[in-house]
């Protein structure tokens, strides 16, 4: 049975979940998730006993590793219950508290959760003790393209306060909330209505605290409907509506194409993490109804990526009110180039993916480091803290992308998933896609030089196979059109 090293045990003991995972070299994905039941307060078990050979330590066995999405319906099991019996533990679901049994995956419903076998052992290169996961049936060279914890509330001990970088923002230009979080009146009951609702929400404080209560009742099953497949699944709005005193600001552009400082940046890049939470939101509302097939591990996916977008968005504005009090954001000229790509690609899903998450969040891998080593240089470190935390998502963001393309190519009739992907940005992009790349952060999360190389979009040079594309001009004359630069520094 082949096993995959997944990291040194001792840094498990941070947190009791771990969210894992795997791609094939064939380009399949598994999402598992991995429970240590071990307080990290009784890890230190003795050893060998004297004359009884080597004794697996205690804390060792009390690790799992389950499929993440759970068999009858497909919830996500991050935030299963955990129950402890005599002879067996057993994780509850949290939509219809299901349990399966965390050894055999077993379930009284007769239902059965693909489990994998675990085992620490001494690494032979360095000696340390690591966590080795049975790799998934089917498909061959399996590597672990994602390690996070899940949440804070699964630390162990017990998560100490958030850090005061990560409530939301009090920017004085966007603390304007006087609606409810969940609306009094006809509160969503499904995702589809969360994500209509979020992306209707002009205010981004709000918007940012709407998506991590959609996310968290998702999670812990106080959702438990998705509602793609219901004929009624309202409809996302084709631009998202911006506040009025946040797109009409009275920056001098002439001013800001100059102006590269470190609060311009920060700006910059809010407002696209705030673009950024509504992609996520329409990716889920747009094309959800449109493939009833798709996976709930794909909800799953896309609602990670909008509560990082929500935490990146917020951890932004946080700094910028920090380095500059008198340039809270919403006071600076913002632009919607992001949106226009999700007008471009509104028609499909496989377009959708392809630009906006293999193609301009490929681009954020490539330019996040420069961005940091700006911020290095300036001296503020805290920035840099930020911008290493938004970048390790993003290669997540970037895998989550070649993770779903490649399967609406697989649904397509095994398309070529390099092929398609050239394909797409030849119709849905314009100019060059330009290096310099990070290979490194681009392959790990999936993306392979042959899909970027030598690439070249012909968006307006070729008919396009879109479908009527949105009406961008609403926004456009709120919106100040000015290209803020972030690029990599000379
Ligand atoms: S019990 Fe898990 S989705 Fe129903």
Same mark, same amino acid.
């Given at each position: 049975?082949?096993?995959?090293?997944?990291?040194?045990?001792?840094?498990?003991?941070?947190?009791?979940?771990?969210?894992?995972?795997?791609?094939?070299?064939? *380009?399949?994905?598994?999402? &598992?998730?991995?429970? $240590?039941?071990?307080? =990290?307060?009784? #890890?230190?078990?003795?050893?060998? %006993? !004297?004359?009884?050979?080597?004794?697996?330590?205690?804390?060792?066995?009390?690790?799992?590793?389950?499929?993440?999405?759970?068999?009858?319906?497909?919830?996500?099991?991050?935030?299963?219950?955990?129950?402890?019996?005599?002879?067996?533990?057993?994780?509850?679901?949290?939509?219809?508290?299901?349990?399966?049994?965390?050894?055999?995956?077993?379930?009284?419903?007769?239902?059965?959760?693909?489990?994998?076998?675990?085992?620490?052992?001494?690494?032979?290169?360095?000696?340390?003790?690591?966590?080795?996961?049975?790799?998934?049936?089917? *498909?061959?060279?399996?590597? &672990?393209?994602?390690? $996070?914890?899940?949440? =804070?509330?699964? #630390?162990?001990?017990?998560?100490? %306060? !958030?850090?005061?970088?990560?409530?939301?923002?009090?920017?004085?230009?966007?603390?304007?909330?006087?609606?409810?979080?969940?609306?009094?009146?006809?509160?969503?009951?499904?995702?589809?209505?969360?994500?209509?609702?979020?992306?209707?929400?002009?205010?981004?404080?709000?918007?940012?605290?709407?998506?991590?209560?959609?996310?968290?009742?998702?999670?812990?099953?106080?959702?438990?409907?998705?509602?793609?497949?219901?004929?009624?699944?309202?409809?996302?709005?084709?631009?998202?509506?911006?506040?009025?005193?946040?797109?009409?600001?009275?920056?001098?552009?002439?001013?800001?194409?100059?102006?590269?400082?470190?609060?311009?940046?920060?700006?910059?890049?809010?407002?696209?993490?705030?673009?950024?939470?509504?992609?996520?939101?329409?990716?889920?509302?747009?094309?959800?109804?449109?493939?009833?097939?798709?996976?709930?591990?794909?909800?799953?996916?896309?609602?990670?990526?909008?509560?990082?977008?929500?935490?990146?968005?917020?951890?932004?504005?946080?700094?910028?009110?920090?380095?500059?009090?008198?340039?809270?954001?919403?006071?600076?000229?913002?632009?919607?180039?992001?949106?226009?790509?999700?007008?471009?690609?509104?028609?499909?899903?496989?377009?959708?993916?392809?630009?906006?998450?293999?193609?301009?969040?490929?681009?954020?891998?490539?330019?996040?480091?420069?961005?940091?080593?700006?911020?290095?240089?300036?001296?503020?470190?805290?920035?840099?803290?930020?911008?290493?935390?938004?970048?390790?998502?993003?290669?997540?963001?970037?895998?989550?992308?070649?993770?779903?393309?490649?399967?609406?190519?697989?649904?397509?009739?095994?398309?070529?998933?390099?092929?398609?992907?050239?394909?797409?940005?030849?119709?849905?992009?314009?100019?060059?896609?330009?290096?310099?790349?990070?290979?490194?952060?681009?392959?790990?999360?999936?993306?392979?030089?042959?899909?970027?190389?030598?690439?070249?979009?012909?968006?307006?040079?070729?008919?396009?196979?879109?479908?009527?594309?949105?009406?961008?001009?609403?926004?456009?004359?709120?919106?100040?059109?000015?290209?803020?630069?972030?690029?990599?520094?000379?």
């Amino acid at each position: 049975m082949e096993k995959l090293q997944i990291a040194p045990f001792t840094s498990l003991l941070t947190h009791s979940r771990f969210f894992l995972t795997l791609r094939s070299h064939e *380009g399949a994905y598994h999402s &598992l998730i991995l429970f $240590r039941l071990t307080p =990290e307060s009784n #890890a230190s078990v003795e050893d060998d %006993k !004297a004359g009884e050979g080597p004794q697996i330590k205690p804390m060792y066995q009390q690790i799992y590793v389950m499929e993440s999405s759970c068999p009858h319906l497909g919830a996500d099991l991050s935030h299963a219950d955990i129950e402890e019996y005599e002879t067996s533990v057993v994780a509850v679901c949290p939509w219809h508290r299901y349990d399966f049994d965390l050894r055999t995956g077993k379930s009284e419903t007769g239902l059965r959760a693909c489990t994998y076998s675990v085992e620490v052992k001494a690494d032979p290169v360095d000696g340390i003790d690591k966590v080795y996961v049975e790799t998934p049936a089917g *498909g061959s060279g399996w590597r &672990l393209v994602e390690l $996070r914890p899940v949440s =804070e509330e699964f #630390a162990d001990p017990p998560p100490i %306060k !958030a850090p005061p970088l990560l409530p939301v923002t009090a920017s004085p230009a966007v603390a304007v909330i006087d609606e409810p979080v969940i609306p009094i009146n006809n509160p969503p009951t499904t995702l589809m209505q969360w994500a209509v609702l979020i992306l209707n929400t002009p205010d981004p404080t709000l918007k940012v605290r709407r998506t991590r209560e959609a996310v968290n009742q998702f999670r812990t099953g106080k959702l438990t409907a998705i509602g793609h497949k219901a004929s009624n699944a309202p409809r996302p709005p084709d631009v998202p509506p911006r506040e009025e005193f946040f797109t009409k600001n009275t920056v001098d552009p002439a001013k800001m194409k100059n102006r590269k400082n470190r609060a311009v940046m920060l700006h910059a890049l809010a407002n696209i993490e705030q673009w950024a939470i509504d992609l996520a939101w329409d990716i889920i509302a747009r094309f959800g109804p449109s493939h009833p097939t798709i996976p709930p591990a794909f909800f799953s996916d896309f609602t990670k990526m909008a509560l990082d977008e929500s935490k990146h968005f917020t951890l932004l504005t946080s700094r910028l009110s920090a380095i500059s009090p008198s340039t809270p954001y919403g006071t600076m000229p913002v632009h919607a180039s992001l949106w226009e790509s999700a007008s471009v690609t509104s028609h499909s899903l496989r377009s959708r993916l392809a630009i906006i998450h293999l193609v301009h969040e490929a681009r954020g891998l490539d330019v996040n480091p420069g961005t940091i080593e700006r911020f290095r240089k300036a001296g503020d470190m805290e920035s840099v803290k930020v911008m290493e935390v938004i970048h390790a998502d993003e290669v997540t963001h970037v895998t989550s992308g070649h993770r779903w393309f490649t399967w609406v190519c697989e649904q397509e009739g095994n398309v070529d998933p390099v092929q398609a992907f050239r394909e797409e940005v030849r119709r849905g992009w314009r100019g060059d896609v330009k290096g310099p790349f990070n290979v490194e952060d681009r392959e790990k999360a999936g993306m392979t030089r042959a899909f970027y190389e030598g690439l070249k979009g012909e968006m307006g040079v070729i008919p396009s196979s879109a479908g009527a594309a949105l009406d961008l001009k609403p926004l456009k004359d709120t919106v100040a059109d000015i290209p803020v630069e972030y690029e990599i520094a000379k």
